[in-house]
Protein backbone atom coordinates (compact mmCIF):
# COMPACT_ATOMS: atom_id res chain seq x y z
CA UNK A 1 0.00 0.00 0.00
CA UNK A 2 1.35 3.57 -0.23
CA UNK A 3 2.55 5.08 2.78
CA UNK A 4 3.61 8.79 2.85
CA UNK A 5 6.04 9.46 5.48
CA UNK A 6 7.72 12.80 6.08
CA UNK A 7 10.49 14.19 7.61
CA UNK A 8 11.35 16.09 9.76
CA UNK A 9 8.71 15.63 11.94
CA UNK A 10 8.55 19.35 13.47
CA UNK A 11 10.33 22.41 11.77
CA UNK A 12 11.46 25.13 13.95
CA UNK A 13 12.57 28.42 11.50
CA UNK A 14 12.93 32.51 11.73
CA UNK A 15 11.00 33.90 9.53
CA UNK A 16 12.75 34.64 6.34
CA UNK A 17 14.21 31.53 6.19
CA UNK A 18 13.72 29.29 3.61
CA UNK A 19 11.50 25.38 5.02
CA UNK A 20 12.04 22.33 3.12
CA UNK A 21 9.83 19.09 4.04
CA UNK A 22 10.39 16.25 2.74
CA UNK A 23 7.90 13.10 1.65
CA UNK A 24 8.27 9.74 0.88
CA UNK A 25 6.12 7.10 -0.86
CA UNK A 26 6.04 3.38 -1.92
CA UNK A 27 4.12 2.69 -5.29
CA UNK A 28 3.70 3.93 -8.27
CA UNK A 29 1.41 7.15 -8.07
CA UNK A 30 -1.00 9.44 -10.71
CA UNK A 31 0.03 12.86 -8.90
CA UNK A 32 1.30 13.37 -5.47
CA UNK A 33 -0.17 16.73 -3.32
CA UNK A 34 0.51 18.71 -0.51
CA UNK A 35 -1.54 20.21 1.81
CA UNK A 36 -1.69 22.74 5.09
CA UNK A 37 -3.62 22.08 8.29
CA UNK A 38 -3.81 24.55 10.40
CA UNK A 39 -3.80 23.38 14.23
CA UNK A 40 -7.38 21.59 14.74
CA UNK A 41 -8.56 22.56 11.45
CA UNK A 42 -8.91 21.64 8.09
CA UNK A 43 -6.64 20.65 5.14
CA UNK A 44 -5.97 23.61 2.30
CA UNK A 45 -4.54 22.06 -1.28
CA UNK A 46 -1.29 24.14 -1.59
CA UNK A 47 -0.19 22.46 -4.82
CA UNK A 48 -0.42 19.06 -7.29
CA UNK A 49 1.97 17.35 -9.14
CA UNK A 50 1.85 14.91 -11.47
CA UNK A 51 3.52 11.96 -11.78
CA UNK A 52 5.29 12.91 -15.45
CA UNK A 53 6.53 16.16 -14.22
CA UNK A 54 9.39 16.74 -12.07
CA UNK A 55 9.09 20.65 -10.45
CA UNK A 56 6.07 22.76 -10.27
CA UNK A 57 6.16 26.59 -8.58
CA UNK A 58 3.00 28.00 -6.98
CA UNK A 59 3.44 31.58 -5.31
CA UNK A 60 6.67 30.95 -2.31
CA UNK A 61 6.40 27.45 -2.68
CA UNK A 62 8.08 24.88 -5.33
CA UNK A 63 7.64 20.84 -5.34
CA UNK A 64 10.03 18.77 -6.47
CA UNK A 65 8.96 15.26 -7.14
CA UNK A 66 11.43 12.17 -7.89
CA UNK A 67 9.37 9.48 -8.95
CA UNK A 68 12.56 6.52 -9.28
CA UNK A 69 13.42 7.80 -5.73
CA UNK A 70 9.57 7.86 -4.76
CA UNK A 71 10.45 11.37 -3.02
CA UNK A 72 9.18 14.63 -3.10
CA UNK A 73 10.19 17.63 -1.56
CA UNK A 74 8.35 20.86 -0.66
CA UNK A 75 9.87 24.26 -0.45
CA UNK A 76 8.39 27.16 1.75
CA UNK A 77 10.36 30.01 0.39
CA UNK A 78 10.94 33.42 3.14
CA UNK A 79 8.46 32.21 5.16
CA UNK A 80 6.40 33.97 7.68
CA UNK A 81 4.88 33.25 11.10
CA UNK A 82 1.73 32.90 9.49
CA UNK A 83 3.16 29.60 7.40
CA UNK A 84 2.90 27.98 11.01
CA UNK A 85 1.08 24.94 10.56
CA UNK A 86 0.79 21.02 10.16
CA UNK A 87 2.02 19.67 6.11
CA UNK A 88 0.92 16.83 4.70
CA UNK A 89 1.56 14.74 1.52
CA UNK A 90 -0.86 13.15 -0.27
CA UNK A 91 -0.53 10.35 -2.83
CA UNK A 92 -3.37 9.66 -5.30
CA UNK A 93 -2.49 6.04 -6.94
CA UNK A 94 -2.73 4.74 -10.71
CA UNK A 95 -6.17 3.00 -10.03
CA UNK A 96 -8.00 4.57 -7.32
CA UNK A 97 -8.77 8.48 -6.27
CA UNK A 98 -7.96 7.89 -2.74
CA UNK A 99 -5.72 10.27 -1.29
CA UNK A 100 -3.11 8.71 0.99
CA UNK A 101 -1.56 10.88 3.62
CA UNK A 102 2.07 11.18 4.90
CA UNK A 103 2.47 11.94 8.70
CA UNK A 104 2.96 15.59 8.00
CA UNK A 105 5.91 17.82 9.36
CA UNK A 106 4.89 20.55 11.96
CA UNK A 107 6.34 23.95 11.23
CA UNK A 108 6.88 26.56 13.67
CA UNK A 109 8.04 30.11 11.99
CA UNK A 110 9.22 32.49 14.34
CA UNK A 111 8.57 36.11 14.32
CA UNK B 1 -13.36 30.50 -4.18
CA UNK B 2 -16.48 28.18 -3.11
CA UNK B 3 -16.02 26.16 -0.22
CA UNK B 4 -17.35 22.38 1.39
CA UNK B 5 -19.12 23.07 3.99
CA UNK B 6 -19.88 20.45 7.17
CA UNK B 7 -21.83 20.81 9.93
CA UNK B 8 -21.68 20.39 13.44
CA UNK B 9 -18.44 21.31 13.82
CA UNK B 10 -18.48 19.40 17.15
CA UNK B 11 -20.40 16.84 18.38
CA UNK B 12 -20.31 15.18 21.58
CA UNK B 13 -22.15 11.42 21.54
CA UNK B 14 -23.06 8.72 23.54
CA UNK B 15 -20.90 5.49 23.06
CA UNK B 16 -23.46 3.43 21.40
CA UNK B 17 -25.86 6.57 19.58
CA UNK B 18 -26.22 7.07 15.99
CA UNK B 19 -24.31 10.08 14.56
CA UNK B 20 -25.10 11.93 10.63
CA UNK B 21 -22.50 14.00 10.12
CA UNK B 22 -23.42 16.76 7.14
CA UNK B 23 -21.42 17.71 4.65
CA UNK B 24 -22.46 20.30 1.23
CA UNK B 25 -20.11 19.85 -1.28
CA UNK B 26 -19.07 22.39 -4.11
CA UNK B 27 -22.55 21.96 -6.03
CA UNK B 28 -20.63 21.27 -9.48
CA UNK B 29 -18.34 18.90 -8.15
CA UNK B 30 -18.84 15.38 -8.85
CA UNK B 31 -16.68 13.12 -6.94
CA UNK B 32 -17.15 13.51 -2.97
CA UNK B 33 -15.03 11.89 0.11
CA UNK B 34 -15.01 10.97 3.68
CA UNK B 35 -11.76 11.17 5.94
CA UNK B 36 -10.92 10.97 9.44
CA UNK B 37 -7.99 12.39 11.82
CA UNK B 38 -7.97 10.61 14.93
CA UNK B 39 -5.59 13.12 17.42
CA UNK B 40 -2.08 13.05 16.21
CA UNK B 41 -2.38 10.31 14.05
CA UNK B 42 -2.73 10.64 10.01
CA UNK B 43 -5.07 11.16 7.85
CA UNK B 44 -7.00 7.98 6.98
CA UNK B 45 -9.38 7.46 3.68
CA UNK B 46 -12.72 6.16 5.04
CA UNK B 47 -14.96 5.81 1.43
CA UNK B 48 -15.20 7.53 -1.97
CA UNK B 49 -18.73 7.89 -3.52
CA UNK B 50 -19.62 8.79 -7.33
CA UNK B 51 -22.80 8.39 -9.69
CA UNK B 52 -24.84 7.58 -6.34
CA UNK B 53 -22.92 4.89 -5.51
CA UNK B 54 -19.69 4.02 -3.14
CA UNK B 55 -16.68 3.66 -5.50
CA UNK B 56 -14.27 2.89 -2.79
CA UNK B 57 -14.30 2.21 0.74
CA UNK B 58 -11.14 1.65 3.56
CA UNK B 59 -10.86 -1.21 5.70
CA UNK B 60 -12.67 1.12 8.44
CA UNK B 61 -15.83 1.66 6.67
CA UNK B 62 -17.51 -1.52 7.88
CA UNK B 63 -20.92 -1.98 8.11
CA UNK B 64 -21.51 0.63 11.06
CA UNK B 65 -20.42 3.22 8.34
CA UNK B 66 -22.98 4.29 6.13
CA UNK B 67 -22.96 7.60 3.57
CA UNK B 68 -26.05 9.18 1.47
CA UNK B 69 -26.09 12.08 -0.77
CA UNK B 70 -30.19 12.29 -0.14
CA UNK B 71 -31.26 15.16 -1.87
CA UNK B 72 -28.70 16.29 -4.82
CA UNK B 73 -26.39 18.64 -2.28
CA UNK B 74 -25.97 17.24 1.06
CA UNK B 75 -23.57 14.20 1.39
CA UNK B 76 -24.04 12.43 4.58
CA UNK B 77 -21.90 9.87 6.82
CA UNK B 78 -23.98 7.62 9.54
CA UNK B 79 -22.51 5.71 12.13
CA UNK B 80 -24.81 3.68 13.72
CA UNK B 81 -23.26 2.60 16.73
CA UNK B 82 -20.35 5.00 18.38
CA UNK B 83 -17.55 3.49 19.82
CA UNK B 84 -15.17 5.28 21.72
CA UNK B 85 -12.54 4.65 18.91
CA UNK B 86 -14.85 6.87 16.48
CA UNK B 87 -13.60 9.52 18.20
CA UNK B 88 -11.48 11.92 15.58
CA UNK B 89 -12.06 14.82 12.84
CA UNK B 90 -13.80 13.81 10.24
CA UNK B 91 -13.27 15.81 6.73
CA UNK B 92 -15.93 15.71 3.94
CA UNK B 93 -13.93 16.13 0.13
CA UNK B 94 -15.10 16.55 -3.13
CA UNK B 95 -13.72 17.26 -6.69
CA UNK B 96 -14.78 18.52 -9.92
CA UNK B 97 -13.79 15.29 -11.96
CA UNK B 98 -11.64 16.71 -14.10
CA UNK B 99 -8.78 17.25 -11.97
CA UNK B 100 -7.53 15.52 -8.43
CA UNK B 101 -7.57 18.62 -6.69
CA UNK B 102 -9.24 18.17 -3.46
CA UNK B 103 -11.36 20.35 -2.15
CA UNK B 104 -12.23 19.82 2.05
CA UNK B 105 -13.95 20.90 4.89
CA UNK B 106 -13.23 22.45 7.88
CA UNK B 107 -14.23 18.63 9.66
CA UNK B 108 -16.27 17.65 12.18
CA UNK B 109 -15.11 16.56 15.47
CA UNK B 110 -16.83 13.60 16.91
CA UNK B 111 -16.14 12.65 20.48
CA UNK B 112 -17.71 9.30 21.72
CA UNK B 113 -17.96 9.62 25.71
Known amino acids: SQQGEEDPQALSIQEGENATMNCSYK?????LQWYRQNSGRGLVHLIL?????REKHSGRLRVTLDTSKKSSSLLITASRAADTASYFC???????????FGTGTRLQVFP | EPEVTQTPSHQVTQMGQEVILRCVPI?????FYWYRQILGQKVEFLVS????????KSEIFDDQFSVERPDGSNFTLKIRSTKLEDSAMYFC???????????FGSGTRLTVV
Open chain 1, 90 to 100: ATSGVNTDKLI
Open chain 1, 27 to 31: TSINN
Open chain 1, 49 to 53: IRSNE
Open chain 2, 27 to 31: SNHLY
Open chain 2, 49 to 56: FYNNEISE
Open chain 2, 93 to 103: ASRIGQTFRYT
